[in-house]
């Protein structure tokens, strides 16, 4: 997923050269927010068409002295002077979700065969496009490359340029937007299936944009308001499902859509202009693959299996399974737990209270009227499929990637808007330097083992809560939707920080202020006694803490009023969205996090439970599961997904660490009794 942007002038413009990089660099720019881990652009002449791509940010690119001169050369003696032949400029930001960025060929713009194409959106059945058609060759290792291969195939077999996009399109699964330039055409295709694409024009039609976003549009044309060249412009969204065809030479359009049954005559003139690939300079910083995986050493598994024969003999609540080794839990003479004694049940407000409550915001007009907050987990993209299908808003889906959303939520992300015709908005964060202070605060903790300081690991995550309030300013919209899901609720982790939470509201963030005050405390005395935390990333926990505890959630919590039903949500994702789910594990809670398998393996074989054990414990309180039920799938769920904590030791990278890691973890003091009377159970 990136941002994808362009900036077409016809002949004699008027645009000078100068003005034409500032714009082009400022649509660079204002995509970086979508993805900061590599860069590029295609620049097309009637004589040429140039690629230069790096695995830098935008914001390092534009900096470059070859991407300079680029730019440089589209005037014969100066900056100011107009650019007198057609130029257009095709752009992408990315964030890495498929193929190594340090393999410069797996970067955008992708050129194969006759074209330079940018793409935004995760194809998901690419294994299966490479095999129904054996004709198209797989050069790269990105998801991307099937799209212009497609394209080139169908017009190879006499198709015009919209019926070979149009049966590209009814040939993949996932989110896409493009962009595609030509060697042989003197056209720009644009072209999108969720409708994460918007195009201006100024009034003399004489320049010509599109963007991933309108806010990057308008952003970027701000300061160009006033200018003769840019005067009068306005913006449209391309809607989804349909696609523009934009002669360079005079920004003429043709639109077309992808449910047509004919399609409109299409002249395709017969030129030919080479394909240049500029190479990487010498200086240019690498960036080190993935470590390939080892076989799992069997005292790991031994490990798991003494500590889960030892657990299996705990003290639980007899109505729910939370264990005696639960933070302030206290089990009566009757042996119920204090949290069943004092459980509230929860009560969906239902559909019309819902319906009401959203009446005041929906659009009359097709324009978006709501932000869903959208993880790639179960329950906001059910959340996000009962919003559009079920209330029948017109939503924006929002992500928040700070770098451990895993690549599995992606694909389940590009599954849902696709499939719905939903525009999705991604913040990309700089995941370079988040997964660095993931690191640091790692390696911190490793030295000094502490549950309560688990949550510092996810703290990077926290601000998608400030900017979905951020993003509804920005778009004047008035409504926020969250999926965070009641039965979710996770008293133990500031329980373990010595903090008791009581039995107030169910939502996670809300927790009087006075605990919040004694969790940051226990933070601070922990960061004192552990000098290592005081690294780079107490800025962004800082934020983090106060995202989470310091700002009001102004939202509307779909399930207080949609009754979550785990067989539902789970069922209507499989068939209507084909949803992904994990190959480690039977479950479908917590996948979509690249952190979870790691966390809950340390509370499990630690404290003798995990999040699972909480969740289950509050189903079983809201009638959904009986306890032997809840049992019997809490042994299943808190197998260690060893695949998956060594991917995310990987990307934070501390692959090679793997084994230690799991050492260190292991060794620490259990807290339930051990067969040896207590301490590790390697004594």
Known sequence: MCGIFGVSLPANSGVSAGAFEALCNKLLLQSESRGKEAAGIALIQPDQLTVYKRPVGASELIRDADYKRLFASLSDSN????????????????????????????????????????????????????????????????????????????????????????????????????????????????ATNNGSLYVAANEAGTVSLFASEK???????????????????????????????????????????????????????????????????????????????????????????????????????????????????????????????????????????????VAPYRSQTGEPDCIVNLSGGRDSCYGLHYVRDVLGLTPLAFTYDWGMVADLARRNISRLCSKLGVEHILLSADIVRKRENVRKNLRA???KPDLGMIPLLMAGDKQYLYHSLSLRRKYKLGLVITCVNSLEKTHFKSGFCGVEEGFGPNHPYRIPLSEKLKIAWYYLS??????????????????????SYGMSHDFLFLYDYVRWDEGDIVSTLLREYDWEVAADTSGTWRIGDATSAFYNYIYYTVAGFSEIETFLSNQIREGPITRDEALSVAREKNRPRFQSIKWYLDTIGMGSDFEDVLHTINGIPRRYPCASGGGSPRD
């Open 526 to 547: 922990r960061f004192v006694r552990n000098p290592d935390y005081m690294n780079a990333s107490l800025g962004d926990t800082l934020t983090a803490f106060l995202s």
């Open 79 to 190: 900056a100011r002077d107009s650019v007198e032949r057609p130029v257009t400029v095709i752009g992408h930001a990315r964030m890495v979700t498929d193929g190594f960025r340090t393999s410069n060929k797996n970067n955008q713009p992708v050129v194969k065969g006759d074209c330079a194409a940018i793409h935004n959106g995760i194809i998901v059945n690419v294994d299966e496009l490479w095999n129904e058609f054996p004709q198209i060759e797989k050069q790269f290792e990105l998801d991307s490359e099937v799209i212009p291969s497609l394209i080139q195939m169908f017009r190879n077999q006499g198709m015009s340029l919209i019926e070979a996009t149009c049966s590209m399109f009814s040939s993949i699964k996932g989110m896409a937007s493009i962009s595609v330039l030509f060697d042989d055409l003197d056209y720009m295709l644009l």
């Open 445 to 447: 903790w490793l030295k």
């Open 215 to 357: 806010i990057i549009i308008t952003q970027a044309l701000a300061r160009h308001s006033t200018v003769d060249w840019m005067r009068g412009y306005q913006v449209e969204h391309l809607e989804a499902n349909n696609g523009q065809i934009i002669k360079l030479s005079d920004l003429s359009v043709q639109s077309f859509s992808f449910q047509e049954k004919q399609f409109p005559p299409f002249e395709e003139p017969g030129i030919k202009r080479p394909i240049e690939v500029l190479p990487l300079s010498q200086n240019t910083n690498g960036v080190s693959n993935f470590l390939p995986d080892k076989p799992l050493a069997k005292e790991f598994i031994s490990h798991f299996e003494k500590c889960d024969r030892w657990i299996e003999s705990l003290k639980r609540c007899i109505k729910c399974i939370l264990p005696e080794t639960m933070p302030f839990i206290d089990l009566d003479e009757e042996g119920v737990c204090s949290y069943c004694r004092n459980h509230r049940q929860i009560e969906a407000k239902g559909h019309e209270a819902l319906a009401q409550a």
